[in-house]
């Protein structure tokens, strides 16, 4: 089991900064992969990015190349979200997700289904 605690969201402006951190615990996060996905309200749920917690690789969803990055600190069992140059589009609940293998063996890092846990989520409002 992996517990999932995200942070960090609230309301900006556009052109605005924000970070969110994901804590994990639980369980040793080594061969996982943790992400992270939105939903605004009436859409459906959305990839923005991942990473595999051994190698470091990332993976982003193309609405959020360039502006946004993701990060992990084993130190701490912290994944991060740095959020740059926000845009109202960005509103949404963000969720941090983990998987238990599977994501992370597969490559699948772009499907929601293959993440076993998930956080509560935290609102990020950008007004413009």
């Known amino acids: 089991q992996v517990q999932l605690v995200e942070s960090g969201g609230g309301s900006v402006q556009a052109g605005a900064s924000l970070r969110l951190p994901c804590v994990a615990s639980?369980?040793?996060?080594?061969?996982?992969?943790l992400g992270w996905f939105r939903r605004a309200p009436g859409k459906e749920r959305e990839f923005v990015a991942a990473i595999n917690w051994n190698t470091g690789n990332q993976y982003y969803g193309d609405s959020v190349k360039g502006r946004f990055t993701i990060s992990r600190d084993h130190a701490t069992n912290t994944m991060y979200l740095q959020m740059n140059s926000l845009k109202s589009e960005d509103t949404a609940a963000y969720f941090c997700?983990?998987?238990?293998?599977?994501?992370?063996?597969?490559?699948?890092?772009?499907?929601?289904?293959?993440?076993?846990?998930w956080g509560q989520g935290t609102q990020v409002t950008v007004s413009s």
């Open positions: 997700a983990a998987d238990s293998g599977y994501v992370a063996y597969s490559g699948s890092y772009y499907y929601p289904h293959g993440y076993d846990y």
């Open positions: 639980g369980r040793a996060l080594n061969g996982l992969a």
